[in-house]
């Protein structure tokens, strides 16, 4: 008897069978018409009994067949297995990249900043140790120099010579690029734009990874990307986002695998590709934040790039992304965003610039809504994240004269949803866990369904794996940080265990305050300063203008206010005495700025600018400097320490010394063992010192060899300033050989020391190998003429010095002559000082014979020489046949009226002189008035300096003469020039009518009261003058009040003095009033 059950299963057997024989005869006479198949192997598959065993036959020639079948269709260019078939696999890859990837490049960075990187040696300790806030702080928008590498040739050969690299790793801080750039590469690679000598791109993020437990080579390609058949050669593998991996890599305990089918452990696979273990022929392109990098050893990196924040000019692009068409609300915010220093340097990072700009411009929303121009703009980062979260809550919630049940409800929510989400991100944080899954969001309560709602499309980004899971992250680190801290903010009333400890089982803390004090030690003793920000968030969570930001919305109203002074002091309590100060300790002044209590940096920065700083000595002092150091704008430009540093606080602060761009440390009286502390400073692969004084110290040799020490590796010093110092020969050679190695220094400062014709010796040997010195001052250095003679052979060797200061030696004639002979040689100098050398008649009619073929100096000082009418004569045939020099200083030399008169008359042939300085040159009316012939021929000079010479009325008179002539002179100095009333009358005619002069200087001469009228009238004729120097001139009162009046129809003069005039207590009073009605804007001493 047969049961309805297994009558089916029969009768569905048999339709198998029939099935299976159509299929089987189907396959097997198409085969033999393509001639795949000879008849005699065809009938080995008919030969086997039932038609189950028929098939199993055909499935066993099959598979034998497989690898004949492909090699074949290998070599057969036109056979669809063939190359067609593989150009078809890599077609359809490209095009499900493009669909992951998307066609359009991702918004929030332009993407011409993505076409290059730049190439760095490496991590520095600043990006493996420090937050990434920490190393955008530090850096203070100033990056070290480094060779810019274009995408397209990113694993390209950088040399003839060299390979192209299997391991890159490309470093970025957090949300500054990473992924996008990635995508951006693969995008174009789709497209056939870059990378061309890879076959397939294969990218990968830690993302997908981290969804396996278990996973083989083998299976990491072919089971995640379907489409690519058999892998080709040339592959590039892309790993983005090595600090998600959910695992870190242990490169020291990995055992080596080398099958690609065995399923090993994820971080191992990694480990062992990196390695070259599994697919040694594959390229590999790994992206990660600094910290997460540094898991592997430098020695199998090929090759580190980074991804560098945005410049000002991008800033402004990325904030016009977020309101394209809002000019009046883009203007606003990039006003802000450019006066606040320390939020331009954090807005470089575009997911911080999005979320700065989406938060002022809810800010300024808000300001017109509610008609409140005065409400005030976030002053911490704690205040712009609570505008950023109010944003987030669409701004129900605010500005509301009654709450309704419908408001509170909708905070309610919030408030829980946020909950939930600060939890996730605080035990995520502590974890160092920065992906959470499905399974993670359901561990922590967090409702999936209300992940849609606005609030969390603002805090999280969702993204689907190639796995088919969601990962779920925060849209920047800060914003875990941000809403962790809320939530431990919350958590704290209630909690009576350590937040930080999972398991709740540690000693019972109470209270906010106790858990405050055990959240600030946790943060203070990370190594990594991963807890920094939260840091500051829960601190900044605390002041009156955050609570009253996100009372109702998000804290109570007053929220734990009453704990505010007392954490302030749990703060102040992290400061220990006696130790250096760490980055840790810096980012408690950071809390407590965001704690809004800024007393204490705020009493520092006032002693810098007041020059009172050296009282200030304790731990709390010295790690409030540090912190100003980096944050604030009187540091910015440059920081000042002189007269003010021992050596212990000086120690203190040498970690924080690192990122200073220029530092200021004169007379400071410290010796040779401080110059050990500072050159370990120099030598750090962070230091960021750009330049560096130390001037009237007390450094000698030993000192000098320690910064030499530090020359030989430091790649970021470019200005050394060693004036007024005790350095001698042997520490000129120990600089003189760093010199030889050192490719950054630009300039070095001797002045002062007494290096002597040794010291100068090894400089000038250090000059024959050294490009890049481009400024070497040695005035001062009792350099005779055996220095000179040997610098003078350097020169003629040298390309890259610019500027060769040689004032107050001894070098004489004999030096002199000898510098001369380099100058017919040397092509690169363009500034000689030799004021006060001994030089006479003699050296300067061989330094002018060079001048005349020298055709790139550009400045010559010989100012205090013995040069006389005779040399004059030199000077003016040079004068006439050069064509490059535009500065010559010939103050305090013995010209006399002939020797002016043979200046003037070259002067007026000359066409490139710019600057002419013949003060105290015993000149008289004579010379100058051949002085006034020249201006009136010439068109180059714009400053003319005729102070201490007796020129007279007459002189004067010629130089009027030429004013009403001449159209370039700018500045015209005649201190002490014996000039009276008629001197000054004539001025005041030239003025009234000249257009081009800027500067007039006419102290210590004796104009009066007439002079003063004439020059007053044609103030109200003149609108070229900016400055005018009257000083002890015999005005008297009325003379002043003339000058003070006449400033009234004046708009031009921005400076004029009028000090020591016997003006009186009731001319000055009566001179203040004037200038108060007429002048209120200008300058007046008196």
Not at 13 to 21: I, P
Not at 366 to 380: G, S
Request: with cysteine.
């Amino acid at each position: 008897m047969i049961i309805p059950g297994q009558e089916a299963t029969q009768v569905h057997q048999a339709a198998v069978l029939a099935l299976s024989s159509q299929l089987l005869a189907a396959t097997t006479g198409s085969m033999r018409k393509q001639e795949v198949w000879p008849d005699r192997e065809t009938s080995l598959a008919y030969s086997a009994g039932s038609p189950a065993e028929q098939v199993k036959a055909l499935v066993d020639l099959l598979a034998e067949k497989d690898g004949q079948l492909l090699q074949a269709a290998n070599k057969m260019p036109d056979s669809p297995l063939g190359s067609q078939s593989n150009d078809s696999r890599i077609r359809r890859h490209c095009e499900a990249l493009l669909s992951r990837v998307g066609n359009d490049p991702d918004p929030g960075r332009p993407s011409h900043q993505l076409a290059s990187l730049v190439l760095v040696e490496g991590l520095t300790d600043l990006q493996l140790r420090e937050h990434d806030f920490t190393q955008v702080e530090a850096t203070r928008g100033v990056w070290p120099a480094a060779r810019a590498i274009t995408l397209d040739r990113l694993f390209l050969p950088l040399s003839r010579v060299s390979i192209p690299p299997r391991i890159s790793i490309t470093i970025g801080v957090a949300g500054v690029g990473k992924t996008t750039l990635v995508r951006h590469f693969v995008r174009c690679w789709a497209r056939g734009q870059v990378g061309k000598d890879f076959s397939l791109v294969l990218p990968l993020t830690f993302r997908d990874l981290n969804t396996y437990e278990k996973l083989s080579a083998d299976k990491l390609i072919h089971s995640i990307f379907p489409n690519t058949g058999q892998v080709p050669e040339k592959v590039l593998l892309i790993l983005d986002g090595l600090d998600e991996c959910k695992t870190p890599l242990e490169f020291s305990n990995t055992v080596a695998c080398t099958d690609p089918k065995k399923e090993i452990q994820v971080d191992h696979l990694i480990t062992n590709i990196i390695r070259g273990n599994l697919f040694p022929e594959i390229s590999v392109w790994i992206t990660s934040r600094p910290g997460a990098a540094g898991q592997i050893p430098g020695g199998l990196v090929d090759r580190m790039t980074e991804i560098r924040g945005l410049t000002e000019e991008e800033v402004k692009v990325c904030l016009e992304q977020i309101f394209p068409e809002d000019r009046s609300l883009l203007g606003q915010v990039v006003s802000q965003v450019q006066a606040n220093r320390a939020l331009y340097l954090m807005c470089t990072i575009p997911a911080f610039c999005r979320i700065t700009g989406l938060a002022l411009g809810h800010l300024y929303r808000t300001r017109l809504a509610v008609q409140d121009t005065e409400l005030p703009l976030p002053q911490t980062l704690c205040e712009l994240y609570s505008w950023y979260f109010r944003m987030a809550l669409g701004g129900e919630v605010n500005h509301q004269p009654k709450v309704s049940p419908r408001i509170e409800q909708a905070a309610q929510g919030a408030r829980k949803m946020v909950g939930t989400l600060g939890r996730l991100a605080f035990h995520g944080l502590v974890k160092k866990k920065y992906v959470f899954y499905e399974q993670d969001m359901k561990a922590f309560g967090v409702d999936l369904a209300l992940l849609q709602s606005s609030l969390c499309s603002c805090l999280l980004h969702r993204e689907e794996t190639l796995a088919s899971c969601v990962a779920y992250s925060f849209t920047h680190l800060s914003l875990q940080e941000f809403v962790a801290a809320t939530y431990y903010h919350s958590a704290s009333k209630r909690a009576i265990f350590d937040l930080f400890t999972e398991s709740g089982v540690s000693w019972p803390r109470l209270g906010f305050l106790a858990h405050f004090r055990c959240a600030a030690q946790r943060a203070t003793q990370a190594k990594d300063g991963r807890l920094d920000v939260f840091l500051r968030f829960l601190s900044g969570l605390l002041s009156p203008g955050v609570n009253t930001l996100l009372a109702g919305s998000l804290l109570a109203k007053g929220e734990h206010q009453s704990y505010r002074a007392q954490v302030a002091e749990v703060l102040h309590s992290l400061l220990h005495p006696d130790t250096a100060v760490c980055a840790r300790a810096v980012n408690v002044l950071h809390c407590l700025h965001e704690l809004r209590h800024t007393a204490l940096a705020g009493s520092v920065e006032e002693a810098m600018q007041s020059g009172a700083l050296a009282g200030m000595t304790s731990p709390a002092h010295r790690t409030a400097l540090a912190y100003l150091l980096q944050k604030s704008d009187v540091c910015s430009p440059e920081a000042s320490l002189g007269l003010c540093l021992s050596q212990s606080v000086l120690q203190s602060l040498l970690p924080q010394l690192l990122y200073c761009q220029s530092l200021r440390l004169d007379n400071n009286q410290f010796q040779d063992p401080v110059m050990e502390l500072l050159g370990s400073v120099l030598s750090g692969k962070d230091c960021r010192i750009q330049s560096i004084s130390l001037a009237e110290n007390q450094i000698g040799n030993k000192g000098a060899r320690a910064l030499a020490r530090s020359l030989l590796v430091n790649r970021s010093l470019i200005i050394l300033d060693l004036r007024s110092n005790a350095i001698g020969p042997q520490g000129a050679k120990a600089l003189a050989d760093a010199l030889k190695i050192n490719r950054t220094l630009t300039s070095l400062s001797l002045q002062s020391n007494v290096i002597k014709d040794d010291g100068v010796r090894c400089m000038a040997e250090a000059l024959v190998s050294n490009q890049t010195l481009s400024m070497l001052q040695l005035q001062k250095n009792l350099i005779g003429s055996v220095g000179a003679q040997q610098m003078a052979d350097a020169l003629k060797q040298n390309r890259s010095l610019k500027e060769l200061m040689f004032s107050s030696n001894t070098i004489g004639d004999r030096g002199a002559t000898a510098l001369a002979e380099a100058l017919k040689v040397n092509q690169g100098l363009e500034s000689l000082d030799l004021q006060s050398n001994a030089i006479s008649n003699t050296g300067v009619a061989e330094l002018m014979q060079a001048l005349c073929t020298n055709q790139t100096l550009s400045r010559l000082n010989l100012r205090e020489n013995s040069i006389s009418p005779e040399g004059a004569q030199a000077l003016a045939q040079a004068l006439r046949m050069n064509s490059a020099l535009k500065y010559l200083d010939l103050t305090a030399n013995l010209l006399h009226d002939p020797g002016g008169q043979a200046v003037a008359a070259a002067v007026g042939e000359n066409h490139s002189l710019t600057h002419l300085h013949l003060q105290w040159n015993f000149i008289q009316a004579g010379a100058a008035r051949a002085l006034g012939q020249a201006l009136q021929l010439n068109r180059t000079l714009t400053t003319l300096d005729l102070q201490e010479n007796a020129i007279g009325d007459e002189g004067a008179s010629a130089m009027a003469g030429a004013l009403k002539v001449n159209t370039t002179l700018i500045a015209l100095y005649l201190q002490v020039a014996a000039i009276s009333t008629q001197g000054a009358q004539a001025l005041g005619e030239a003025l009234a009518v000249n257009r081009t002069l800027e500067i007039l200087d006419l102290r210590g001469n004796d104009i009066g009261v007439a002079g003063a009228k004439a020059l007053a009238n044609a103030l109200k004729l003149n609108s070229s003058l900016r400055r005018l120097n009257l000083q002890e001139n015999s005005l008297g009162m009325d003379g002043a009040i003339y000058i003070a009046t006449a400033l009234s129809e004046n708009q031009g003069l921005h400076h004029i003095n009028l000090q020591g005039n016997p003006i009186g207590e009731s001319g000055a009073r009566m001179i203040s009033e004037a200038i108060k009605t007429n002048a209120p804007t200008r300058t007046v001493e008196m």
